[in-house]
């Protein structure tokens, strides 16, 4: 198993950048497909971001391709989210996941973090 612990959420303005961090716990880090999920108030829970076990294959929903990336070091067991240019729809609870196989459904992923809250004013 492994446990995720999200970190770098805040309050922010339009435009600003902000970079998400998740930490994992283990030596297996590096057997993980990782992903990035995001959850609105009172929308469902939506794929944002996902990154293959050596960081070589990334996949990134088209709403954010041009201003989100996503990296990992596995070294440090750590997964980022860059997010560039915000905008008040990208407010929402962030979560990190992951994943034994490669697949961008929620369902696809057995282990979460708590979430970190990110909020974007206008």
């Known amino acids: 198993q492994v446990q995720l612990v999200e970190s770098g959420g805040r309050l922010v303005q339009a435009g600003d950048s902000l970079r998400l961090s998740c930490a994992a716990s283990?030596?297996?880090?590096?057997?993980?497909?990782m992903g990035w999920f995001r959850q609105a108030p009172g929308k469902e829970r939506e794929f944002v971001a996902m990154?293959?076990?050596?960081?070589?294959?990334?996949r990134i929903a088209e709403s954010v391709r041009a201003r989100f990336t996503i990296s990992r070091d596995n070294a440090k067991n750590t997964v980022y989210l860059q997010m560039d240019s915000l905008k008040s729809d990208d407010g929402a609870i962030y979560y990190c996941?992951?994943?034994?196989?490669w697949g961008i459904g929620a369902g696809n992923f057995a282990f979460w973090g708590q979430g970190t809250q990110v909020t974007v004013s206008a």
């Open positions: 996941a992951a994943s034994r196989s």
């Open positions: 283990g030596r297996t880090f590096s057997t993980y497909v």
């Open positions: 990154i293959d076990w050596s960081g070589g294959n990334m």
